[in-house]
């Protein structure tokens, strides 16, 4: 589990999973300080090397409700390698140590990387929910 000593890894690891990130340690402080983070954890993944390569944050409802894996990124310089499978998976397993009764995720379809490697740790596709917002 990532605590506050990693807090700037586990952003860099953020920042280069997600184009446009602005995600910093400062964030993650704040984040970790709030009340929902009572029930969350963050994992990052290390290579071969020791280089941070993954990281996922988890979010548990409380023992006997589903949790939530969001966001799970990895380094693109790191891609292709069964990394977001094995934190995905590890993920999972930190939910069920939480008492979670399910794991799930929330990615668009239009995110083909992110579909197969949640498809390739075990998760199923369920139907599409497209979200509503009014206009300004």
């Not at 499978?85 to 999972?92: E, Q, S, Y």
């Amino acid at each position: 589990m990532a605590g506050p000593q990693q807090a700037s890894v586990r952003a860099a690891v953020q920042r280069a999973a997600f184009d446009g990130s602005t995600f910093t340690d400062g964030n993650w402080h704040v984040m970790a300080a709030g009340t929902p983070y009572a029930d969350a954890r963050c994992l990052i993944a290390y290579g071969d090397r020791g280089e941070a390569v993954a990281a996922v944050t988890v979010w548990s409802a409380g023992p006997g409700k589903p949790g939530l894996l969001e966001p799970m990124g990895v380094h693109r310089e790191h891609r292709g390698r069964g990394y977001g499978k094995a934190i995905t998976a590890a993920a999972a397993a930190a939910l069920r140590q939480l008492g979670s009764s399910s794991a799930v995720v929330c990615t668009p379809s239009s995110n083909v990387g992110a579909l197969a490697t949640y498809m390739s740790a075990g998760f199923r596709r369920l139907p599409e929910v497209r979200d509503r917002y009014r206009d300004r």
